[in-house]
């Protein structure tokens, strides 16, 4: 079999990183590579090598004569997770540039159809402008370890909108201070809920859907 372009692995790495990162596969959940491949138009193969360079990002699992899984996100995993992601960004916030345009501010808090998706977005897009490239790498990492939070959030999650609000509100007035309270408290929230989502997940895993 021909070996692809550089060009056209590429793509299908980014291709197979956008499904695994769409939020339809749960964590621990086993990717069924033929599907995906079909699904893609790619072959297997080209998934398998994109897969693999995806388990060296630590997004998924390689297990021998098992295939590949999505990372499990296991009760104390998620506190890791929210603890890391939550202390980067106070760095973020307190290295945030707020020089530039509150307008510009203001368009990057727009799509709020899903306010864990747009806190989501809005962290990232703090990190941006603090300047610091490495920051924002580990805080996309830390995010894109919950992308199926970020998809499925507004059932495993109480109604985040206020939070997204209030957030969006404090960033583009540039009120880095009362951004970096509210990020507290709303870092208590996740925290208070962790049971819950590692119940909802396990419940996805094994039926293969959310619970209402």
């Given at each position: 079999?021909a070996?692809p372009s550089p060009?056209?692995?590429m793509?299908?790495?980014?291709?197979?990183k956008?499904e695994?990162?769409?939020?339809?596969l749960a964590p621990?959940?086993?990717?069924?590579?033929?599907?995906?491949?079909?699904?893609?138009?790619?072959?297997?193969?080209?998934v398998?090598?994109?897969?693999?360079?995806?388990?060296?990002e630590?997004?998924?699992?390689?297990?021998?004569r098992?295939g590949?899984?999505?990372?499990?996100?296991t009760?104390s995993?998620?506190?890791?997770?929210f603890?890391?992601?939550?202390?980067l960004q106070?760095?973020?916030?307190r290295?945030a540039q707020?020089g530039?345009?509150?307008a510009?501010?203001?368009?990057i808090?727009?799509?709020?159809?899903n306010?864990?998706?747009a806190?989501?977005g809005?962290?990232?897009d703090?990190?941006?402008?603090?300047?610091h490239d490495?920051l924002?790498?580990?805080i996309?990492?830390?995010?894109?370890?919950?992308?199926?939070?970020?998809?499925n959030?507004?059932?495993?999650l109480?109604?985040?909108?206020p939070?997204?609000?209030?957030?969006a509100?404090?960033?583009?007035?540039?009120?880095?201070?009362?951004l970096?309270?509210?990020l507290l408290?709303?870092?208590?929230?996740?925290?208070?809920?962790i049971?819950?989502i590692?119940?909802?997940?396990?419940?996805?895993r094994?039926s293969g859907?959310?619970?209402?």
């Amino acid at each position: 079999m021909a070996k692809p372009s550089p060009l056209k692995a590429m793509q299908a790495y980014e291709a197979v990183k956008q499904e695994v990162l769409s939020g339809r596969l749960a964590p621990g959940e086993w990717i069924d590579v033929n599907a995906m491949a079909s699904a893609l138009a790619i072959s297997i193969t080209t998934v398998r090598l994109a897969l693999y360079k995806l388990a060296g990002e630590e997004l998924v699992e390689g297990h021998p004569r098992q295939g590949f899984f999505m990372r499990p996100l296991t009760e104390s995993a998620l506190q890791d997770l929210f603890a890391v992601r939550e202390a980067l960004q106070l760095i973020a916030i307190r290295f945030a540039q707020i020089g530039n345009s509150a307008a510009l501010r203001e368009a990057i808090c727009q799509n709020a159809a899903n306010p864990v998706a747009a806190i989501d977005g809005l962290f990232r897009d703090i990190a941006v402008f603090s300047g610091h490239d490495e920051l924002s790498q580990w805080i996309e990492r830390a995010g894109n370890r919950l992308a199926f939070l970020r998809e499925n959030g507004r059932r495993l999650l109480p109604d985040l909108r206020p939070d997204q609000e209030a957030m969006a509100a404090l960033w583009i007035k540039g009120d880095l201070q009362s951004l970096e309270a509210h990020l507290l408290r709303f870092g208590q929230t996740l925290r208070q809920h962790i049971p819950e989502i590692s119940a909802q997940l396990r419940t996805k895993r094994h039926s293969g859907s959310v619970a209402s």
